[in-house]
């Protein structure tokens, strides 16, 4: 069965941080992006096809109630991708913008080049190179 035209792409991700200021800082200057909108209680960065909107926890509750706001500390839960031509290269700019990687690069058994680091709530990123 196919998947309707409604779900065929991800236009926002909404992560729960918990220091506003300092997670729209690290997006800002790790990724090179600008805000698009912002307020009292969020940022919202255009990264490509996707929207990152960055939501201070203690709005979280109203939009997943009745599930509960995970913290970090608890585990890492999921984990975002970004294809890119040379992992070295990106880890080396990384570097330069003071982001320290979790692992990496590392040359994986099923054909990518991998790196990863997290951004200050937790929430990791990995940047991968097909072989």
Request: proline share 3%; hydrophobic share 40%; aromatic share 10%.
């Amino acid at each position: 069965m196919a998947i309707t035209n409604w779900a065929n792409k991800i236009t926002e991700i909404t992560l729960f941080v918990e220091d506003l200021h300092r997670s729209k800082t690290f997006y800002q200057e790790t990724f090179k992006l600008a805000i698009i909108y912002e307020d009292h209680n969020c940022a919202v960065i255009n990264y490509g096809n996707t929207n990152i909107n960055l939501l201070n926890q203690s709005n979280a509750q109203e939009l997943i109630e009745p599930a509960q706001v995970g913290y970090k500390g608890e585990g890492v839960r999921f984990q975002f991708t970004i294809q890119v031509p040379d992992v070295d290269q990106v880890c080396e700019e990384l570097e330069v913008r003071g982001v320290k990687l979790l692992n990496g690069p590392i040359t994986r058994s099923w054909g990518r080049r991998t790196a990863c680091f997290a951004d200050p709530d937790g929430h990791v990123w990995e940047i991968a190179q097909l072989l």
